[in-house]
């Protein structure tokens, strides 16, 4: 587990997570095996605390039946015209444009170079939102996560690393 160790005057060793990163707090010239080995040893306690302080991101939240149509109508009005007009722009395109309740991911490109988007996409920032749609856009050219896939998708966002790494929840990103 990734940590961050403090030394000081302290007599014994502390965790304390800060920020979403461990910090240890240790005795001058402690043992580094020690200290790895007490960081391991309250792996399961530090996992729960993270996992605390991070916030729900909006496709964690829970919704209304209600809530999830009004999404699906905001994401029909707002998602799939930046989709079309992100498509004209990269000259990647796709056989259409299809808004989703799906929870695991932002979206997808199906083998017919379909794309679903999730309506809760549309609670992210803007920049969130062209990572998805040009990253499924990307799919219609490389069905995979390739380094060509990656190579091209930062031509077109720059940024790509960042923002992947920001947008929890999603490991197919
Ligand atoms: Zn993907």
Redesign the pocket.
Same mark, same amino acid.
């Given at each position: 587990m990734d940590h961050e160790v403090i030394y000081s005057s302290r007599r014994t060793l502390c965790i304390q997570i800060k920020d979403g990163r461990v910090i240890v707090r240790a005795p001058w010239r402690y043992p580094r095996t020690k200290i790895d080995a007490f960081v391991s040893s309250h792996e399961g306690w530090i996992s729960k605390k993270l996992n605390e302080k991070r916030e729900k991101t909006p496709i964690e939240r829970e919704y209304s039946p209600d809530e999830i149509a009004m999404l699906k109508k905001r994401a029909r009005a707002e998602l799939i015209p930046r989709a079309m007009e992100l498509s004209q722009k990269s000259g990647l395109s796709a056989n259409g444009f299809s808004v989703s309740g799906a929870r695991t991911r932002y979206g997808s490109?199906s083998w017919q170079n379909r794309i679903t988007l999730s309506c809760f996409l549309v609670l992210y920032k803007q920049e969130y939102i062209d990572y998805v749609i040009m =990253?499924?856009l990307c =799919?219609t050219v490389h069905k995979n =996560?390739s380094a060509d896939f990656y190579a091209l998708l930062e031509r077109f966002i720059p940024s790509c690393k960042e923002v992947r790494r920001h947008l929890r929840n999603g490991d =197919?990103?």
């Open positions: 490109c =990253h499924e =799919h =996560h =197919h990103l």
